[in-house]
């Protein structure tokens, strides 16, 4: 039920992780490698060696930006997304940062909405009619990867200065210079967090996000940013042009959070659709991938995976004895769809609503089963069975 990916840029690898289940994991699609898995009382061993597939020949110098942006890997790619880069590879945009010197200034958003989400970025030299001049900017899209269980604002904000961080080292070696880079985000949390990100560290693969957060903080692959907090929605009434968006006079870091939460927008009504199974980042070296009851790339919580995916075929048996369904009635129910609903409602709310679904709730009938109560006619119209779908 559980998958290990490797991904090209290491040989070995040991990792122990602390759940204490027992555990059922398979191994069935070419691209994944075969593991040792040891299950002990302190948790789960997962050992693995492979072979460092030959890398790509960057010895050549790339003529443009998108000459050098093709090479990267293909997870890279997927998390940038759609990128627009100037006609004239930078030049001018390189010429106006210099001028100025105060580095490279850039800004992001993201978009979540009935289970998709997106993402948006730019950067420029800060001025805010860079955004109108298509040679004095960089700029990017896409949707943000993942399992709809496991998408929310933060990943996706987390994807978009990742996409930042990338393309910005990318156009500071193509054009052999470095200076500071800057980017706005209007989500608190998500700048907090990067601020203290550590980046070698075994344990914070386990966490929320780990591929990306591993990702932006990785030299070899990314420029580190400096971020600050923007308040988000401060465009005063509706827009439509760059210029209308200009005549409101905001500040030019709430000028490019609006423009970027327009586009961010906009690539989901497109239709941007997340990839289940993203590659494996070359930062994240290894995943794990859940292969039932659906495949997918484990971005959550590892130890939250790890429960669920071998706790299924329990929670199945249990479900197919407790209301008496056939493994074909079974796998008709939306199994998402209740989940999702599920995880809309509040602790207390999703609590009595699951004791409801699985008659655990006290129902003069249960009552009257267990020896508690001498009838089990509801008390209320005293002529019926009292059973939750009664009550």
Known sequence: ?????????????????????????????????????????????????????????????????????????????????????????????????????????????ASLKDDRASHAWIFTSGDIDDISDPMLHVAGSGPVHGYPPYLSSSRGELQGITALAIVTKLFMDFHSFNT???????????????????????????????????????????????????????????WETVQDLKSQRLSRDETYNVWCDRMAQLEWSNGAVSNFEPEVLPSEKWALFSSFPTSHKITGSLDTGFAYAMGYKDLLSYIEEKHSLSSEKIDKVNLFALSTYLLSLSPFQRASMVKTIHDWIPTHSNLCRQGRHNSPICPRCLSEVETPSHV
């Open 1 to 109: 039920m559980l998958k290990l990916k490797m991904g090209a840029q290491s040989r070995y690898r040991v990792t122990y992780l602390n759940v204490p289940y027992d555990c059922d994991i398979s191994f069935n699609h070419i691209d994944f490698y075969p593991v040792d898995v040891h299950c002990h009382d302190s948790g789960i061993s997962i050992i693995s060696g492979w072979n460092t597939p030959p890398l790509m020949d960057m010895s050549t110098p790339s003529s443009s930006l998108q000459q050098s942006f093709m090479p990267l890997p293909l997870a890279l790619q997927e998390t940038v997304g759609n990128v627009h880069f100037p006609p004239d590879n930078g030049v001018a945009l390189l010429s106006k940062i210099k001028n100025k010197s105060i580095g490279i200034f850039g800004a992001s958003d």
């Open 180 to 238: 500071p880079v800057s980017v706005i985000c209007d989500n608190q949390g998500v700048v907090s967090k990067c601020s203290t990100l550590q980046h070698h560290s075994l344990r914070k693969q386990r966490d929320v996000n780990s591929d990306l957060n591993l990702s932006f903080r990785d030299p070899s692959v990314s420029k580190p940013l400096a971020l600050s907090w923007v308040r988000s929605h401060s465009d005063k009434q509706p």
